[in-house]
């Protein structure tokens, strides 16, 4: 313990000797631990850079392009490549809610005819098995993989005694967007209109768990196991 105390004193001395060097000039280039911390390829706001021919760090926008969910004419409202629309807008379509309140339905803004719901219907299985099955189960039953490595209270969002199953759509469109409790948000994820695909997809999920198995669903179901039999030679 007395080799201690004399180390420790030592220590000290030497630490309070070299406080006064604090603050004091000297022209010797400093002493740096990670110099290519300090030293960094890049641009700092508001400072020159004589990398571009005007002699400015910070750039205007490129001539001819626009930023994402930007509208030059000033309106909030969004509007150009729909693939490319993450927000801005303050519409149904964009929010998910009418005058404040949750809606239901599909909005006007996606266009949905007869002849175009089908592939409507296979992008939101698409976005749905992409970014949302791993939790929620392909079949949105809540039974995903993440479930099994410890992540708790995964919503199932077929069983109709639940109200996540039941509310209106502009509510399930709330969620992703914003996500919530354990679920994060998918704002900067999945696109307005890849958002309404999948609600529009986990519908059909839940419809088709309603579905009465005698009659077309058996009928189905035998004719997979007839052609895995047929397959596998028996
Ligand atoms: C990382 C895992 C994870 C992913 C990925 C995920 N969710 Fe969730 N989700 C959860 C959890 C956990 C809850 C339960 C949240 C709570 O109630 O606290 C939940 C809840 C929900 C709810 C019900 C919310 C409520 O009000 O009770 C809906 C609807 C939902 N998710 C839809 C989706 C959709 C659509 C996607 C894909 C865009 C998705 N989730 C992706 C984990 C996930």
Not at 118 to 131: D, K, P, V
């Amino acid at each position: 313990m007395k080799y201690f105390f004399i180390a420790y004193a030592i220590i000290a001395a030497l630490f309070i000797g070299l406080m006064p060097a604090r603050g004091s000039k000297s022209p010797n280039a400093p002493f740096r631990l990670f110099p290519d911390m300090d030293e960094q390829d890049k641009l700092k706001a508001q400072k020159p850079d004589d990398f571009f021919a005007d002699g400015q760090g910070g750039r205007l926008p490129v001539h001819g392009t626009q930023a994402l969910g930007f509208n030059p004419e000033g309106s909030k409202e969004i509007g150009g490549i729909p693939e490319m629309e993450f927000g801005g807008g303050t519409g149904y379509y964009a929010t998910g809610g009418i005058d404040g309140y949750y809606a239901n339905g599909m909005p006007e803004e996606l266009g949905l005819t007869d002849e175009n719901v089908g592939a409507f219907l296979r992008r939101g299985e698409e976005a749905f098995n992409i970014n949302c099955s791993i939790c929620h189960g392909k079949s949105a039953d809540g039974q995903g993989i993440t479930g099994q490595f410890g992540v708790p209270g995964i919503a199932n969002l077929t069983d109709d005694t639940k109200k996540q199953t039941v509310y209106p759509d502009g509510r399930m469109f709330e969620v992703i967007t914003n996500g919530k409790g354990q679920m994060g948000s998918y704002k900067h994820n999945v696109p307005l209109r890849d958002r309404w695909a999948i609600i529009a997809y986990v519908r059909t999920l839940q419809y088709a768990r309603k579905a009465p198995y005698e009659g077309a669903v058996k009928a189905a179901y035998d004719k997979g196991i007839a052609e895995q039999q047929a397959k596998a030679g028996k």
